[in-house]
Nanobody
Framework: QVQLVESGGGFVQPGGSLRLSCTASGSSFSDNTMRWYRQAPGKQRDWVATISSFGNIAYADSVKDRFTISRDNAKNTVYLQMNSLKPEDTAVYYC?????????WGQGTQVTVSS
């Protein structure tokens, strides 16, 4: 049974930083491409960032140059470092992986950016 568990969300003022973590269990983590998505209230879930098993990285334009995705295969964990946060970054952030053609989502972690 694959499980993805996010942590690290919270409340932060504009311009602040947070680091999200997603720890995976039940699969060969290092073989999998990992992604972050986010969903703001009343909006669709949007892709944020991807890191492949080879370390190839991609970002949505809205977070490029502010967010950094990374992974630690020894800890089965993928991270999302978020800097220069804006109110429009407020959302529930989800970790995602597709393993053996089956999609898996974490439970989500709330990020609120407000003054």
């Amino acid at each position: 049974q694959v499980q993805l568990v996010e942590s690290g969300g919270g409340f932060v003022q504009p311009g602040g930083s947070l680091r999200l973590s997603c720890t995976a269990s039940g699969s060969s983590f290092s073989d999998n491409t990992m992604r972050w998505y986010r969903q703001a209230p009343g909006k669709q879930r949007d892709w944020v960032a991807t890191i492949s098993s080879f370390g190839n990285i991609a970002y949505a334009d809205s977070v490029k140059d502010r967010f950094t995705i990374s992974r630690d295969n020894a800890k089965n964990t993928v991270y999302l470092q978020m800097n220069s946060l804006k109110p429009e970054d407020t959302a529930v952030y989800y970790c995602y992986a597709r393993i053996h053609n089956t999609p898996y989502w974490g439970q989500g972690t709330q990020v609120t950016v407000s003054s």
